[in-house]
């Protein structure tokens, strides 16, 4: 049974750092993407930032662009978001996600499995 369990969300000041964890179990091989998705209240899933297997590529919506970086440990069967300048708009529920992903890696339906999220609340 494949789980993947997300840790490292909080609260900080805007301007603060948060690093977010996911650990994964379960996947008998490491050819998956994974991404990271975020909910803010009343708005719809959002792609955040995808990794390939390899990690030699990887894909992040503009509005994070050169705040966050997504890496992954393959041998740790874990994946990171490291989140730096925060804003209040940040603020969201994160989900990680792992999938074999053909098609755009900001597309829900690409990724088979996802974690149950952890809260990031950023305060102005």
């Known amino acids: 049974q494949v789980q993947l369990a997300e840790s490292g969300g909080g609260s900080v000041q805007a301007g603060g750092s948060l690093r977010l964890s996911c650990t994964v179990s379960g996947l008998t091989s490491d050819d998956y993407a994974m991404g990271w998705f975020r909910q803010a209240p009343g708005k719809e899933r959002e792609g955040v930032s995808c990794?390939?297997?390899?990690?030699?590529?990887?894909y992040y919506t503009d509005s994070v662009k050169g705040r966050f970086t997504i890496s992954r440990d393959n041998a740790k069967n874990t994946l990171y978001l490291q989140m730096d300048s925060l804003k209040p708009e940040d603020t969201a529920t994160y989900y990680c996600a792992a999938g074999r992903v053909y098609g755009y890696w900001y597309v829900q339906s690409e990724y088979n499995f996802w974690g149950q999220g952890t809260q990031v609340t950023v305060s102005s």
């Open positions: 990794i390939g297997w390899s990690a030699g590529d990887t």
